[in-house]
């Protein structure tokens, strides 16, 4: 891509040595390949232009940055694009470096506070169903998908572990185009509000955008409520989709149904609301799944099945289907390649190493998250609930006296802990999450225990299981690390929660064998 013509783009008079040829774009001045635009753009510490000459080593063909970072910029030597609002034009940019390459791919892009994971996940599986199908009748041998969010990028079966919900602008575009270069013709991709603020998703408009639900969440980044669903309301605007699925059981979805969105909207409601385009009924919960039947316009029912359990992720699963379905995919194929998804990682992940009661990792992390999983966990657990809860540091201080509040009064035994602390003090965290349970009147609480060692904490919800009962570790997930202090130190949940009841076994027998030898 010629230089001249991305400055005649952004509606800049093209600078020196404009004759520079540009194969990409990165605002990571580390990332820097040959023939790269370096985007320089403002930060909270640092101003990228400040990294300008690692970008030049590292063979940069041209500078984009803002009237702060040009004399930086232009003391390297490369020509430099200067606007006003770098981050805000790095998005078109980057779609036209890469020869627009959303434009090959259906995008299905999903936001809301709890569930968008799940949802993508579940949406995946169903564009794979639809893929297959197709690929069948016109005699293709591939059938590829991609998928973009928290817990991971794909592309066909290959990974890419994520570093945010949604990528960057410049990654996100990259993205796209070694998507179309695999033969991917359709994706699921998170949209988170950071990313609808910050720009990351400029240059995309969505076939198909899908909002959940919203609850109180990211308060340290949105003034308020209001400012948070006006975040999440721009990925219904015109420039950014063409059709809307929206939740009709939630509040705000019921705003963006009733005008305030751009585009047109197609309802769900997992409660089964006639108000609704498309309902879930006769809805029957297990273990670790439920099943439903989807009924939709013109008579259409549907027989459906949530891969997870829990009434959440009926919605889940209904939003799935029903954005599928607006995508173009038959409603029976949408809802069988639902129901074959074999599990989300972190969400609702069963560990299981023999023992005789349950145990489970999710990645709740709010309080209404917390809450519709322990109620949940509740419907199928004969037994006690032992459940393990941290927050995280350095986030949303506002949910953590609720968050200790609800595990105390939904868990028999609330073990309070470490999240990832991040710069703040862990006990600091753990006494206003304490505060919380104390709230909670003594007729209605649980067992609270207080333990700042993660690990140790998982241990005792496990010391205290029997069978029967359910062991419920929260708030990490799918994470592979604990920050604490800015180090971040490898922890998996998973793996903790498995090794503490494989001891707890060995344990268990030990005792066994001395009191029958006793």
């Not at 600078?15 to 580390?30: K, L």
């Not at 209904?318 to 990682?345: C, E, F, I, S, Y």
């Not at 990792?361 to 209404?368: G, L, N, P, R």
């Not at 941290?390 to 509040?405: L, V, Y």
Request: charged letters at 25%; a negative charge; proline letters at 5%.
């Amino acid at each position: 891509m010629p230089l001249t013509e991305l400055a005649g783009q952004l509606g800049v008079r093209a600078p020196e040595g404009a004759g520079n040829e540009v194969t990409g774009i990165t605002h990571d001045s580390r990332a820097v390949r040959p023939g790269d635009l370096y985007a320089a753009l403002p930060g909270a510490r640092f101003h990228g232009a400040a990294f300008s000459e690692q970008a030049a080593e590292l063979g940069a063909a041209a500078v984009l940055t803002d009237p702060a970072g040009a004399e930086r910029a232009a003391a390297t030597g490369l020509p430099v694009l200067v606007v006003d609002d770098p981050r805000g034009r790095m998005g078109a940019l980057a779609a036209t470096v890469y020869g627009e390459p959303g434009r090959d791919l259906l995008r299905v892009g999903i936001t809301g506070t709890s569930g968008k994971t799940t949802t993508a996940y579940l949406i995946e599986g169903g564009l794979r169903a639809w893929e297959r199908s197709r690929a069948a009748e016109s005699g293709r041998t591939e059938a590829l998908t991609g998928l973009i969010g928290t817990v991971e990028s794909r592309i066909g079966d290959d990974r890419i572990k994520s570093e945010r919900t949604t990528p960057e602008a410049t990654d996100l575009q990259a993205l796209f185009a070694v998507m179309r270069e695999k033969g991917v013709h359709s994706v699921a991709m998170e949209v988170s509000s950071h990313a609808l603020v910050l720009g990351r998703v400029d240059g995309c408009v969505f076939d198909v955008a899908v909002f959940n639900n919203l609850s109180p969440e990211h308060m340290e980044f949105h003034s308020d409520m209001e400012d948070y669903f006006r975040a999440k309301a721009e990925l219904f605007t015109k420039e950014r989709s063409r059709v809307g699925v929206v939740n009709l059981d939630d509040a705000y979805g019921r705003r963006l149904a009733e005008g305030e969105s751009e585009v047109p909207v197609i309802t769900f409601s997992a409660a089964g609301s006639p108000d609704a385009d498309w309902r879930a009924v006769d809805v029957e919960s297990g273990l670790f799944d439920s099943t439903f039947t989807i009924e939709g316009p013109d008579g259409v029912s549907v027989p459906a099945r949530s891969p997870l359990a829990g009434p959440f992720n009926v919605a889940n699963a209904l939003a799935a289907v029903v954005a599928l379905v607006a995508a173009g995919v038959d409603p029976r194929t949408a809802a069988d390649g639902v129901a074959a998804v074999a599990g989300v990682p972190g969400r609702l992940e069963r560990v299981d190493a023999g023992q005789g009661y349950l145990a489970v990792v999710d990645y709740a992390h709010k309080t209404d998250a917390v809450e519709s999983v322990l109620r949940a966990l509740r419907k199928v657990t004969p037994g006690r609930i032992h459940a393990v809860l941290g927050c995280g540091g350095d986030r949303d201080t506002t949910k953590r006296a609720p968050m200790g509040a609800a595990l105390a009064r939904l868990a028999d035994t609330a073990v309070l802990t470490s999240d990832n602390p991040r710069s703040e003090d862990p006990l600091a965290i753990l006494a206003t999450m304490l505060a919380g349970a104390a709230e909670v009147p003594a007729a209605e609480r649980g067992a609270v225990l207080l333990m700042e060692d993660r690990a140790a904490a998982i241990a005792a919800a496990v010391a205290r299981a029997e069978p029967g009962d359910t062991v419920l570790v929260l708030g990490k997930g799918h994470e592979q690390g604990q920050d604490i202090a800015g180090v971040v130190r490898p922890f998996d949940d998973r793996r903790v929660l498995r090794e503490a009841i494989e001891r707890g076994a060995g344990t268990r027998a030990v005792t066994k064998h001395r009191n029958d030898q006793g």
